[in-house]
């Protein structure tokens, strides 16, 4: 989102807060200010939905839509792994009793910690 993108938003924000904050604060009776207000947001009604519907669809595009696809798929793992943590478990729990997977671990293993040794007395 762009930083004027952002400001428009803030503004909107604010002011629609504002403004049913002091709706709310002045009450409902015959109030001819409030009724003054009212019928000019209404008749600004259409224009008012243009920069709104432009400002959602530039919040929408380029690093707010990334932001907001990362995030669900960050979410979307985290339940998965929280609702596969016990099958996970379970399975490690089944390789480690298993001797060969064992054995090739403990190999591979090995195998690493050589090669960084060897890179090591290379590197001086």
Sequence with gaps: MTDLEQQVSNCITEGLAAAVQARLQ??????????????????RTDEMRKILETSIDGTLKGDFKKQLQTAVQHKLAR???????????????????????????TLAVTQ????????QRAKG
């Design 26 to 43: 002045h009450g409902y009776g015959d109030n001819p200010l409030t009724k003054l207000i009212d019928s000019v947001v209404v008749s």
């Design 79 to 105: 339940i998965l792994v929280s609702k596969m943590e016990g099958e996970v478990e379970r399975r490690v729990g089944e390789l480690r009793s298993n001797p060969e997977f064992r054995a090739k671990v």
């Design 112 to 119: 690493l910690v050589e090669e960084m040794v060897r890179e």
